[in-house]
């Protein structure tokens, strides 16, 4: 299992927020995190995800469906950055 990291910007976070939309296509990949909003910049969200399969996941993410469900939660595209963890330790 990795972990990840995902940012962006989008138009409104509480709509992103309620959104079920990304919980939906990420659980089909066995995809589980949680999502976080900046109360410093309204409009940055992130979400913390445990991915069973980050090929699968990276796959998805350059699909048009990935980017048509980002559009349709008002994610700006040019902002989304995603990391995976890179060692266990700091």
Known sequence: ????I????VD?????L???????????LGI???VFADPAHS???GVYADVPDVAALQAFMQS??????????GVHLESFVML????DHL
């Open 84 to 87: 995976f963890e890179a060692a």
């Open 6 to 9: 995902a940012f962006m910007e």
């Open 32 to 34: 589980t995190g949680k």
């Open 64 to 73: 048009e469906s990935a980017a048509e469900a980002m559009r349709a939660d």
């Open 18 to 28: 309620k959104s079920t939309r990304r919980g939906e296509l990420l659980g089909s």
């Open 1 to 4: 299992m990795a972990i990840g």
């Open 12 to 16: 409104d976070v509480d709509r992103w």
């Open 43 to 45: 409009n940055r969200v």
